[in-house]
C-alpha cells in the first residue's frame, strides 16, 4: 500500500524486513509473495527491468509449491488444488506471470508479454481454477500489449469481453467501469466514436451509482468524444457541453481517494458521535459482505440464483446504510467523490457568479464554465506536464529565495492565463465572482496573480491581475460548492473569534522520535527546520482587538497545544484563526495527510502530539464563517502533491463545520500576511463576503504600493499567497458588496 501511495522510501525498508523474516514464516508461501510484491514496487518505482527478474523469481518459488499433478484436471488435481497453500500458490503464480507481462510492456516487450498472458491463463485452467475476475484482468493485460503493438481493433475487442467477465464477477462495480472506459478509448482513437461514447456511458452510470471515480487519462478521453461529437452535431452540443461538464468530475487523482479513504476510516472509529460511526460502520460492514460475495460467485463459475439474490439483497443493505450515513452526518458528502450536474452547479450560483474548473490530461485538457444556467467548454492545447511547469515557473518566481523576492516571471502568468481563462472571456465578462475549482498541479496556484494581459515585471501595480476583475473563491470541487451552498449562509455562533498563534517547535529529539531514520530521517531533518513564527503573535492580536473579542481568546506560545485546541468549544466561534505551520504531505514524504503543528504538551516523548491530522480534524465541531491558517505552503519540494493535500484539508474542515478556509500557498510576509488578514476581516465585519472582503484588501496592497507602502509590495509573493477555498458568505446572496466599491486608502 506504501508503495502504491508512492512512498517508496518507506515501502522498500518494510520490503526488505519482510525478506529477512519470509524464511520463517509459517506460510510456506510467505517467500514467493515477498519477491513478487518487490517485483511489483520495482514496477511503481519504473524500473520494469528488475521488476522482471523478481517477478520470475516470484514464480519459481509458487511453482515449487505446486505439486506436478496438478497439471491436469483429473480428481486428484482436484483435491490438490483444494489445499489452501496450492491454491494460494496456483492463484499467485498465475497473477505473478500477468504482473510480468506488464513489466514486459512497459519495458517495450509486447509481443513477449502476450504470450505470458496466456501462460497466466492456462496455469488457472490445467487448476480448474478460473474465476471471472482473474481472467478479465489478465484479458485486460493481454489489451495492454495489443495496444503496445498498434492493434486497437484486437485491443478494443479484448477489452468489451474482459468488461463482460468483470460484469459477472462483480457488476455494477470498479473494475467493469475501468474497462469499459479503456474499451472507449481505444474505440475512439479508431474513431468510433458512437461505440466510443456507449462505454463511456455505460462505465459513468457505475461510477456514479457507486460515487467513484477513475484516472484522469480515461476521463479526458470521454471528453474528447463528446467534445468530438458536440463539433460534429452543433444541435446537440449545449446537452453535450453539460455532459462534458459531469463526466469531468469522474476524474479521480490518488492522493485525493486516498484522504477520502483516510476520513472515512477515521468516522468510523471516532469515539465523539456514536451515530456517525455506527452509521459508517455500518456502510463499512455492507461493503465488506458484498465483496466476500462477489468473490463467492466469481470463485463458483456456474450460475447461482440463490447467490444472486443474497448479492441484491446485498446492495439494499449497503445503499440503506449510505443514506444513513448521510442522515447521521450531513457534512459527509464533502468526503465523498461526488459529481454534481451543472444544473445544481447553476441553482448554487448566485446573481453575478460563474464557476471555472478543469481537467488536464497527458497531451490535452479541457475548461469549462457554468454561468447563468449554461455550460461552455473549450481544449486545452496542453497536457498536465506542460501546465505543471508552467506552475512551477510562476511560483519559483513568486516565492522568497535565497537572494530575497525574485524577479516575477509575467511570461508563465500571461499563459496560463490564455490557456485557462481566455478561451472563455466571453461567457466570464462582467462576473462579479469566480468560483474556480482547479485541477492537478493548478491547486497550488492562486488564480488571481493570473495576468490577462502582458505585463513588465518593472510595473506589477498596474498590471491586469486576474484579481482586478473578479473576486475569487477556490474549490476542491463543484459539488463542494453545491454541498456548503445547500447548507444555508452565515454563522449562528455568538462569539466573533478565536486564535491560536506562535507554537513553540517540538524539538530534534522529539522530531526524530516521530521520524525514524531509517524511513523518514530527511523528514526529521526538515521538520527540525521548522522555525517559530513570532510574527503570528502579532497577527492573532491584533485579530483578536479587531474583532473585540476577550484577551483570552488569543491562545499563544506554549499553551497552544492540539489537547488546548480540542478543550475548546469551537462552535461557539465565527472565526477561528489557526496562524501555525500545516504541513502537507509534498513537504515531508512520511507525513501520510496534512496536518496542522502546534506546541508539544509537556513531557511528550515525541513529535506525533503536536500534530493534528486532517482525519483528526473531522472530530472538531465548528460552526464557523472562516477558518484562517495563515502558514501554509503548497509547493513543497519539488511542489508535489501540495495542492491536493490542501484540498483534503479543506475537505476535513468543511465536514467539521467550517463555510470557508483563508490559507496560504507559501510562506509570507510577516507585514503582508498581518496586514491582508486584519483588513480581511474589517471589510468582513463590514458586511462583505469573505471572497470580497480579501479581494479588497488585495487590491489595497497593490493600490498602495509605491504609495504608503514600499513599491515591492506590488510583487505577487506580498498580495497573492491568500487564498479563499470554499464559500465563506456572511449573508445574502452574491450580488454588489465591499469589494465593488475602491479599496480603502492605508
Not at 507481462?101 to 513477449?112: E, H
Not at 455505460?202 to 487519462?217: D, E, F, N
Not at 479521480?252 to 458521535?273: D, H, K, P, W
Not at 491558517?629 to 495542492?643: I, K, M, Q, R, Y
Amino acid at each position: 500500500n506504501l508503495s502504491n501511495q508512492k512512498r517508496l522510501a518507506e515501502a522498500g525498508v518494510l520490503l526488505d524486513r519482510a525478506a529477512a523474516l519470509a524464511p520463517n514464516a509459517a506460510d510456506p508461501a510467505t517467500p514467493a509473495r515477498v519477491l513478487h510484491y518487490r517485483g511489483l514496487h520495482a514496477l511503481n518505482a519504473g524500473d520494469p527491468a528488475t521488476a522482471i527478474g523478481l517477478l520470475q523469481q516470484a514464480e519459481a518459488r509458487y511453482d515449487a509449491l505446486i505439486p506436478a499433478s496438478s497439471a491436469s484436471r483429473d480428481a486428484d488435481s482436484m483435491n490438490l488444488v483444494s489445499d489452501p497453500v496450492v491454491q494460494s500458490a496456483v492463484l499467485g503464480l498465475a497473477e505473478a506471470k500477468r504482473n510480468r507481462a506488464v513489466a514486459l510492456v512497459r519495458s517495450g516487450q509486447a509481443a513477449q508479454a502476450a504470450e505470458l498472458v496466456e501462460e497466466s491463463r492456462q496455469v488457472l485452467r490445467r487448476a480448474g481454477l478460473e474465476p471471472n475476475m482473474m481472467v478479465g484482468r489478465a484479458m485486460r493485460t493481454e489489451a495492454g500489449a495489443d495496444i503496445r503493438l498498434g492493434r486497437t481493433e484486437a485491443a478494443a475487442q479484448l477489452l468489451e469481453r474482459a468488461a463482460g467477465r468483470f460484469g459477472v464477477a462483480a457488476p455494477g462495480e470498479r473494475p467493469e467501469a475501468v474497462t469499459l472506459f479503456l474499451a472507449g478509448q481505444q474505440r475512439i482513437r479508431a474513431g468510433r466514436r458512437t461505440e466510443a461514447l456507449a462505454a463511456f456511458r455505460a462505465g459513468a452510470a457505475i461510477l456514479r451509482a457507486r460515487q467513484i471515480g477513475l484516472p484522469v487519462p480515461l476521463i479526458v478521453a470521454y471528453l474528447d468524444a463528446l467534445d468530438q461529437e458536440a463539433n460534429a452535431i452543433p444541435g446537440l452540443a449545449p446537452a453535450l457541453r453539460a455532459e462534458m461538464f459531469g463526466a469531468a468530475q469522474l476524474a479521480q487523482r490518488s492522493s485525493t481517494a486516498r484522504y477520502v479513504q483516510q476520513a472515512s476510516a477515521r468516522l468510523g472509529a471516532s469515539e465523539g458521535n456514536p451515530a456517525v460511526q455506527g452509521a459508517v460502520r455500518g456502510l463499512q460492514d455492507a461493503d465488506r459482505e458484498l465483496r466476500e460475495l462477489f468473490s463467492e460467485r466469481d470463485a463458483s463459475g456456474a450460475q447461482n440464483a440463490a447467490l444472486d439474490e443474497r448479492i441484491a439483497a446485498a446492495q439494499q443493505r449497503r445503499a440503506q446504510a449510505e443514506g444513513e450515513v448521510a442522515a447521521a452526518a450531513p457534512g459527509y458528502r464533502q468526503l465523498l467523490l461526488a459529481s454534481v450536474d451543472a444544473d445544481s452547479v447553476a441553482r448554487a450560483l448566485g446573481r453575478g457568479e460563474a464557476l471555472l474548473t478543469m481537467l488536464l490530461g497527458p497531451q490535452q485538457g479541457f475548461v469549462m464554465v457554468v454561468r447563468d444556467g449554461r455550460v461552455d467548454a473549450r481544449r486545452i492545447p496542453m497536457g498536465e506536464d506542460a501546465v505543471a511547469a508552467l506552475v512551477t515557473r510562476l511560483r519559483r518566481s513568486s516565492e522568497l529565495g535565497a537572494g530575497g523576492v525574485p524577479r516575477f516571471d509575467t511570461g508563465a502568468a500571461h499563459e496560463l492565463h490564455r490557456l485557462l481563462v481566455a478561451p472563455l472571456a466571453a461567457t466570464l465578462d462582467g462576473a462579479e465572482n469566480l468560483v474556480v475549482a482547479p485541477d492537478g498541479p493548478l491547486l497550488a496556484l492562486p488564480f488571481g496573480m493570473l495576468l490577462a494581459q502582458p505585463a513588465s515585471p518593472d510595473a506589477l501595480g498596474g498590471a491586469d491581475w486576474l484579481i482586478r476583475r473578479h473576486a475569487i473563491v477556490h474549490v476542491p470541487s463543484p459539488q463542494t460548492l453545491v454541498t456548503l451552498r445547500a447548507a444555508g449562509t452565515g454563522s449562528t455562533a455568538p462569539m466573533p473569534y478565536i486564535g491560536f498563534g506562535d507554537f513553540v517547535p517540538p524539538s530534534a529529539a522529539q522530531f526524530a522520535r516521530s521520524f525514524p531514520a531509517d524511513r523518514c530521517g530527511r523528514d526529521a531533518r526538515l521538520a527540525t527546520g521548522l522555525g517559530r513564527l513570532p510574527g503570528t503573535r502579532a497577527e492573532v492580536l491584533a485579530s483578536r482587538q479587531l474583532l473585540g473579542a476577550a484577551a483570552d481568546r488569543a491562545i499563544l506560545g506554549g499553551d497552544f497545544t492540539i489537547p488546548a485546541l480540542r478543550r475548546q468549544t469551537l462552535n461557539q466561534y465565527r472565526i477561528v484563526h489557526l496562524a501555525t505551520h500545516a504541513l502537507l504531505p509534498g513537504e515531508l514524504s512520511c507525513l501520510t495527510e496534512p496536518s496542522i503543528v502546534a506546541s508539544p504538551p509537556g513531557g511528550a516523548p515525541s513529535a506525533d502530539p503536536s500534530f493534528l491530522k486532517a482525519s483528526e480534524v473531522l472530530d472538531l465541531k465548528m460552526d464557523a464563517d472562516l477558518v484562517i491558517l495563515s502558514a501554509c505552503n503548497t509547493g513543497g519540494p519539488g511542489g508535489e502533491g501540495g495542492g491536493e493535500a490542501l484540498s483534503g484539508l479543506a475537505r476535513a474542515f468543511f465536514y467539521a463545520g467550517a463555510r470557508g478556509l483563508m490559507v496560504t500557498h507559501w510562506a509570507v510576509d510577516d507585514a503582508a500576511a498581518a496586514l491582508t488578514v486584519a483588513d480581511t476581516l474589517r471589510r468582513q465585519q463590514g458586511g462583505a463576503t469573505s471572497a470580497a472582503a480579501l479581494r479588497g484588501a488585495q487590491l489595497l496592497i497593490l493600490d498602495e504600493a509605491g504609495r504608503n507602502l514600499p513599491a515591492i509590495f506590488a510583487h505577487p509573493y506580498y498580495w497573492a499567497p491568500f487564498v479563499l477555498i470554499g464559500d465563506g458568505r456572511r449573508g445574502g446572496p452574491p450580488g454588489p458588496n465591499a469589494a465593488a466599491s475602491p479599496p480603502s486608502r492605508l
